[in-house]
Structures are given as structure tokens and as C-alpha cells.
């Protein structure tokens, strides 16, 4: 890994540790490297101090143990990391545990080819893990959320689920509102789900571990396909 981005990661580290805020740790290690808008996602999005990733790693639920539960589904988020895994794209496996893409797509996200697919692998998933009703949640304010929450619902239906999804003006209050087992990478569902599946990141583990970078094993050829 390049030097400066290491050290970019392990004062990140050092500073969350301390107590810092992260956007005050954020401004100042990115401004200190001179870190590209790309190279700041990475440290914003995956890496935590000790204590941060430990409790975050311990909201994780089993997979083992979701047999039968009601799962709220934060739609964009694991669509999103899906759709960059079909796309081919690295994901990185976080300093708290949880798989994410470096994408920016979120507020300009439009229904593409891979969206099909990557729906298809979530309901494929959640029905091997025989989990009891699911609920997907979008955010009504991108566009065509309706559209995409009509389509998760065909997709569900097909696999046999007892399912819905829906367009809601806040996707993670909806989340944490319909159940204590949240699906998702989100930071603010983490902190508040009594316990969180990582339901994208456990898809690309099984399909395609390759696919999946350590933050501490960051090659310069991987590190590039990331901030690609």
C-alpha cells in the first residue's frame, strides 16, 4: 500500500481512538496527506478506532441465528453494494467488519442493468437463510424508488418470500421502526439496530471472496481499483 495512505489510515485510527469527531479527524488527515475526495471515502467509510470497530463488530448478527426473524432492509444500501460487485468493482472488508463499496452513487442512483440481478441475489439469499418476513426500505426521494420497491416486491414474491418493499421519506427510521434486525452497512442503523446482518457483504463473501480487500492488505493494484 502507498505510504501516505497508510499512514492517512493508521493516524485516522489514532485520532478516533482519542475521542476526535470523525469529521474534525476526516478534515484534518485528509487536508494533512493531501488526500483526494476518493482517498476520503475510504478512511470515512472503513476505518474506526479499536473500541469503535469492536462494538460495531459485536452488533453483527449471526447468520445462524436469523432463522424465522422479521428483517428490515435498507434497500439502497445493499443494493448498491451489490450492483458494484456484479459491476466488478473491489469492496473493502472494514476496520468494524462490515463489506462496503467506495461508490457515490447514492443520491444519483438510477435503476440499471445489474439492479435485476443483484435483487435476485438478495432474495435468493434471505430464502437459503429461511428468514421470516423481510421489509425493504427506499428512500422516496431518489428518483424512481417506487418504481424500484414495485420490483423488489415481484422479485420477492417469485423466490417465495414473505415480503414487501416501499418508497418512505427516511429509509433508516423506517428501518429501525419495523424491526430490531436491521440489514445493512449504514453507520447510524448500526449504532441504533439491536442487531445488524450484513446481508450485502455476506452475499460477496460466498459468491466471490476475491472479490473482498482487507483494509491492512490494501496492494497498490487493488488500492488503484478502488479509487478508480
Same mark, same amino acid.
Given at each position: 500500500?502507498?505510504?501516505?495512505?497508510?499512514? @492517512?489510515?493508521?493516524?485516522?485510527?489514532?485520532?478516533?481512538?482519542?475521542?476526535?469527531?470523525?469529521?474534525?479527524?476526516?478534515?484534518? /488527515? *485528509?487536508?494533512?496527506?493531501?488526500?483526494?475526495?476518493?482517498?476520503?471515502?475510504?478512511?470515512?467509510?472503513? /476505518?474506526?478506532?479499536?473500541?469503535?470497530?469492536a462494538a460495531r463488530r459485536r452488533k453483527q448478527a449471526d447468520v445462524k441465528a436469523v432463522k424465522g426473524r422479521r428483517l428490515a /432492509?435498507?434497500?439502497? %444500501? +445493499?443494493?448498491?453494494?451489490?450492483?458494484?460487485?456484479?459491476? *466488478?468493482?473491489?469492496? /473493502?472488508?472494514?476496520?468494524?467488519?462490515?463489506?462496503?463499496?467506495?461508490?457515490?452513487?447514492?443520491?444519483?442512483?438510477?435503476? +440499471?442493468? @445489474?439492479?435485476?440481478?443483484?435483487? %435476485?441475489?438478495? @432474495?435468493?439469499?434471505?430464502?437459503?437463510?429461511?428468514?421470516?418476513?423481510?421489509?425493504?426500505?427506499?428512500?422516496?426521494?431518489?428518483?424512481?424508488?417506487?418504481?424500484?420497491?414495485?420490483?423488489?416486491?415481484?422479485?420477492?414474491?417469485?423466490?417465495?418470500?414473505? *415480503?414487501?418493499?416501499?418508497?418512505?421519506?427516511?429509509?433508516?427510521?423506517?428501518?429501525?421502526?419495523?424491526?430490531?434486525?436491521?440489514?445493512?452497512?449504514?453507520?447510524?442503523?448500526?449504532?441504533?439496530?439491536?442487531?445488524?446482518?450484513?446481508?450485502?457483504?455476506?452475499?460477496?463473501?460466498?459468491? @466471490?471472496?476475491?472479490?473482498?480487500?482487507?483494509? +491492512?492488505?490494501?496492494?497498490?493494484?487493488?488500492?488503484? +481499483?478502488?479509487?478508480?
Amino acid at each position: 500500500m502507498e505510504k501516505r495512505i497508510k499512514s @492517512a489510515i493508521e493516524d485516522f485510527r489514532l485520532f478516533s481512538d482519542r475521542g476526535y469527531r470523525r469529521d474534525s479527524i476526516l478534515r484534518f /488527515v *485528509g487536508d494533512r496527506y493531501q488526500l483526494t475526495g476518493k482517498e476520503r471515502l475510504l478512511l470515512h467509510r472503513c /476505518v474506526y478506532g479499536k473500541k469503535e470497530a469492536a462494538a460495531r463488530r459485536r452488533k453483527q448478527a449471526d447468520v445462524k441465528a436469523v432463522k424465522g426473524r422479521r428483517l428490515a /432492509v435498507d434497500g439502497y %444500501n +445493499n443494493l448498491i453494494t451489490l450492483e458494484s460487485f456484479l459491476q *466488478g468493482k473491489l469492496l /473493502v472488508y472494514c476496520d468494524d467488519g462490515f463489506i462496503r463499496d467506495l461508490s457515490e452513487v447514492h443520491r444519483r442512483y438510477r435503476i +440499471n442493468p @445489474a439492479t435485476e440481478k443483484a435483487l %435476485n441475489l438478495m @432474495a435468493e439469499t434471505l430464502k437459503s437463510l429461511r428468514i421470516g418476513a423481510v421489509k425493504v426500505f427506499y428512500d422516496s426521494q431518489l428518483s424512481r424508488s417506487g418504481e424500484l420497491a414495485a420490483l423488489t416486491r415481484r422479485v420477492l414474491a417469485a423466490w417465495g418470500l414473505e *415480503g414487501d418493499a416501499t418508497a418512505v421519506r427516511r429509509g433508516d427510521t423506517s428501518v429501525l421502526a419495523w424491526s430490531r434486525l436491521a440489514a445493512s452497512s449504514d453507520s447510524v442503523i448500526i449504532q441504533k439496530a439491536w442487531k445488524v446482518l450484513d446481508l450485502a457483504g455476506f452475499i460477496v463473501r460466498k459468491k @466471490a471472496p476475491d472479490k473482498v480487500v482487507r483494509l +491492512n492488505r490494501l496492494s497498490e493494484e487493488a488500492l488503484e +481499483n478502488l479509487l478508480a
